[in-house]
């Protein structure tokens, strides 16, 4: 697994890349290829939600779990998927919810996010690859130990960032951010299974925008082109 990152974070993240438990996670990677396995995102994909959003750049993170496991989906950046793949439910519930939360909001018919990264959203899984096929089949090797080093990272050397987390699984993450600097959006995960038991009506996009107003701070243009 090369390392291609986009130079601000490899200045600020460069020091993991040597650790015992990233070399483990790189043997795994191997191993998974060499066996048949078919992992996704593609291999120049893997660190795109860091190349798209440079670490000087970043405003607001949305933490997802796991890259989608269906073929073509998963893009390196959290519940987006590339254009000409189907929208997946629980992006569907999101889109839903900005209709209802940005006024004038249309509904893209794709499902690519990639506007909201280049704006300075970060769009970070906790794992950064999956099998084919098999949810959650990349958990637990190292990738996680990565990403709380990210979050933490953040945390740590800026301010005033907005982490939007959703679901039980994004919240336990809220105790690697210093609350005393950052801001911390939560609500139930919008997938079909909890989005009714609050996610809809939450407004996290909204509620970011007016965060970065009051911190003089340039808002999120949350409408993404429609084609």
């Known amino acids: ?39 996704y995102p593609r291999n120049a994909d893997i660190f795109a939600a860091f ?16 890259p989608y496991h269906g073929a073509n989906q998963a893009h390196g950046l959290s519940f987006s998927v590339q254009k000409g793949i189907p929208i997946p439910r629980s992006l569907q519930n999101i889109y839903k ?45 190292g990738w996680e130990t990565f990403t709380d080093m990210v979050i933490k990272t953040i ?10 987390l959703w679901g039980a699984f994004a919240q336990a993450k809220a105790e690697l951010i210093d609350q005393e600097k950052h801001f911390i959006i939560k609500s139930p995960h919008p997938s079909p299974f ?6 809809f009506g939450s407004k996290p996009f909204s509620k970011t925008n007016e965060i970065l107003r009051k911190e003089g701070k340039k808002e999120i243009d949350w409408q993404i082109s429609l084609l």
């Open 1 to 39: 697994m090369a390392i291609d990152m986009e130079p601000s974070w490899l200045k600020v993240l460069e020091a993991e890349f040597d650790k015992e438990y990233m070399v483990k996670l790189r043997q795994f990677l191997k191993q998974e290829k060499e066996s048949g396995q078919i992992v």
């Open 51 to 66: 190349n798209k959003t440079p670490f000087d750049k970043i405003e607001v993170v949305i933490l997802g779990q796991d």
């Open 97 to 141: 919810e900005l209709i209802t939360d940005i006024p004038g909001f249309k509904m893209p018919l794709h499902g690519n996010l990639s506007e909201w990264a280049e704006q300075g959203v970060l769009l970070l899984n906790a794992s950064l690859t999956v099998r084919a096929a098999t949810a959650g089949s990349h958990q637990k090797q």
């Open 155 to 164: 945390s740590d050397k800026k301010e005033g960032i907005v982490f939007i």
């Open 194 to 199: 909890s989005a009714d038991r609050g996610f």
